[in-house]
């Protein structure tokens, strides 16, 4: 039994009734639950948890400025969280990658999914010798360089940047960070290999680390149904799915994408892969509902496949209907832009969106588009991208591959 009076003083106490959640392994602790906080830690140290009784159950950071205020990393008393404990981390999270055959003969994977491989807070992306860093939380952010120079130790690669330039930095009382955290700095753009196809990648200007390594499996998927079809390529970005669906075969691949530095690059990347995109490929540079709506109304683009992947449309509860109308509408407009026994593969990479419901906002888009619709394939992010089972928020990326019955 732990003493009490030793713990308390130092520690986050639960309030009663809500250690469920801490002993289960769940990584998030929330201010609702939390009788009180220790006066003599400051944000991004280290913290005990314990129950209502005093009872010891996990060690964490704390951040009073977050909702998440404790994120948990040992259930363990006796594990400290000195350098040994980050490398163990580290390397539990690089051994599952070394042995993923879906991965094999691939140079961009994510290498720590956070919360899924037990580093809440850290994500890690490689591209060829190099490494992305997003430094998600405070604590993290503390530890980052010490971070860096373990994972380039561990992986032999050059050198580690940071991307840390996402939004949710802000809900940890944190800026935008980049920049080198250790080893060489990298050259602006780097050449990563996915199932033998060639993709550059712009670590500078790119979008989140620069690739979406999650949609790897998916992109395989999708380019298994593109022989012949002529492909209609939604939110492309970097043209990653348009060039593995011209290998497969495609006839013609449409890009749309609002960044004109993604298509740009897109247009490097088929060139790269020997395909003309004069010959190929189209770049359309816009607003995704826009042109729908208006090749829609024109009556004059049909496709025999259309892939749809649009970035987060949930960003809060607060923003889940209106992300469901978005979603509703463009699969709407692409169900009537698909010629008779079309596919359409259509992704939704909100967390708050559950398959379930996903598939329901699918259904009444092919209700108002008068289509009827076959599912042929349920869709998951990439094992690179791990879930923890103790952590549903893991799971974010869902998608179908459905055909509009002739
Ligand atoms: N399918 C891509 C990843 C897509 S990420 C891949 O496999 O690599 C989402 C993309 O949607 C981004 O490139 C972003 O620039 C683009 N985007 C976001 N909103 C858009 C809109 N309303 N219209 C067109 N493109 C949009």
């Known amino acids: 039994m732990t003493n009490r009076q030793n713990r308390t003083g130092d520690a986050v106490i639960l309030k009663s009734g809500r250690d469920k959640p801490v002993r289960q392994r769940h990584p998030w602790i929330f201010s609702g639950a939390i009788a009180s906080l220790p006066a003599g830690v400051e944000d991004g140290e280290m913290v005990e948890v314990v129950d209502a009784a005093g009872t010891w159950l996990a060690r964490g950071y704390l951040n009073r400025r977050s909702q998440i205020q404790v994120r948990l990393l040992t259930w363990d008393e006796k594990e400290a969280i000195d350098e040994a404990f980050w490398r163990r981390r580290l390397t539990t999270a690089l051994d599952l990658r070394r042995t993923l055959p879906e991965m094999e003969g691939c140079t961009a994977l994510r290498l720590v999914n956070a919360e899924?491989?037990?580093?809440?807070?850290?994500?890690?992306?490689?591209?060829?010798?190099?490494?992305?860093?997003?430094?998600?939380?405070?604590?993290i952010d503390r530890h980052k360089t010490l971070l860096a120079s373990l994972l380039l130790e561990l992986t032999g690669c050059?050198?580690?940047?940071?991307?840390?330039?996402?939004a949710v930095r802000k809900l940890e009382g944190l800026a935008s960070a980049t920049g080198v955290l250790a080893g060489a700095p990298p050259p602006e753009r780097i050449d990563v290999r996915e199932d033998g196809l060639l993709f550059q990648v712009d670590l500078v200007r790119g979008q989140k680390t620069g690739f979406y390594t999650d949609q790897h499996t998916n992109r395989r998927r999708v380019a298994a149904y593109s022989y012949d079809r002529r492909v209609l390529n939604a939110f492309s970005y970097t043209g990653a799915f348009a060039v593995h669906a011209l290998r497969a075969g495609a006839t013609h691949v449409t890009n749309i994408d609002s960044s004109v530095d993604a298509l740009t690059l897109a247009e490097t990347n088929l060139r790269r892969n020997g395909f003309d995109p004069d010959r190929h490929a189209e770049g359309v540079a816009g607003d995704v509902f826009?042109?729908?709506?208006?090749?829609?109304?024109?009556d004059d683009q049909r496709f025999d496949l259309i892939v749809l992947d649009p970035p987060k449309f949930a960003q809060s509860h607060a923003s889940v209907d209106r992300a469901l109308r978005g979603y509703k509408e463009i699969n709407r407009l692409a169900l009537r832009l698909l010629r008779p026994g079309g596919i359409l593969a259509t992704f939704s990479c909100s967390g708050l969106v559950s398959a379930d419901l996903f598939q329901k906002v699918v259904f009444g888009a092919a209700v108002d588009a008068g289509r009827s619709v076959q599912i042929l394939e349920w869709l998951r992010q990439s094992p690179d991208h791990p879930v923890a089972i103790t952590f549903p928020e893991g799971e974010y990326l869902k998608g179908l591959i459905a055909r509009v019955t002739p």
């Open 158 to 166: 050059r050198g580690a940047v940071e991307r840390s330039d996402m």
């Open 290 to 298: 826009a042109v729908l709506r208006d090749w829609v109304e024109q």
């Open 116 to 139: 899924n491989d037990y580093v809440p807070g850290l994500t890690v992306d490689r591209y060829d010798d190099y490494l992305v860093v997003q430094a998600g939380t405070l604590a």
